[in-house]
């Protein structure tokens, strides 16, 4: 029997990472957003956002960012172009947005929005831009960020 293989496996061969710790806690914010990163790679990244009220402020798309959206508590709603319903969700349901669609999304329940969002991103064609197809809002005065 040959002996196990422990060496780190990368795409680029040479290339380590580090298993990422984290716990997730309901944060305590005023802002009407708080997005509480969990973890960031090349190639992934996972966060969960808390509304209060309100949601996503424009419509937009990602070119080379897949999206998976699962709601841990309260309800959203998606949309895409002309603001066309895509779901309602509530607990432990979510909706995959693919690279290069458009959409935005709401609370839509009277209970605090948790919603735990999967980021795939693929840089090996593009650079990763946001696609704004109506003004942005400013993200700082609606938005706190935890790290």
């Not at 944060?27 to 957003?33: H, L, R, Y």
């Not at 693919?98 to 935005?104: E, S």
Request: with cysteine; proline share 5%; charged share 25%.
């Amino acid at each position: 029997m040959q002996p196990l293989n422990t060496e780190p496996a990368t795409a680029a061969g040479t290339r380590t990472e580090e298993p990422t710790l984290f716990k997730y806690t309901t944060p305590v914010t005023e802002k009407p957003k708080t997005i509480v990163r969990l973890c960031r790679t090349d190639l992934l990244y996972s966060s969960v956002q808390v509304l209060k009220e309100g949601g996503e402020n424009n419509l937009h798309a990602h070119n080379a960012q897949n999206g998976f959206w699962f709601v841990l508590s309260g309800r959203v709603r998606f949309y895409g172009a002309e603001n066309k319903v895509l779901g309602e969700f509530g607990r432990h349901e979510g909706i995959h947005i693919p690279r290069g669609f458009y959409y935005w999304f709401e609370s839509c329940g009277e209970e605090t929005l948790e919603l735990l969002q999967v980021e795939a991103v693929d840089l090996t064609q593009t650079k990763n831009l946001r696609l704004n197809a109506t003004e942005r809002q400013d993200p700082g005065k609606q938005i706190k960020i935890i790290a």
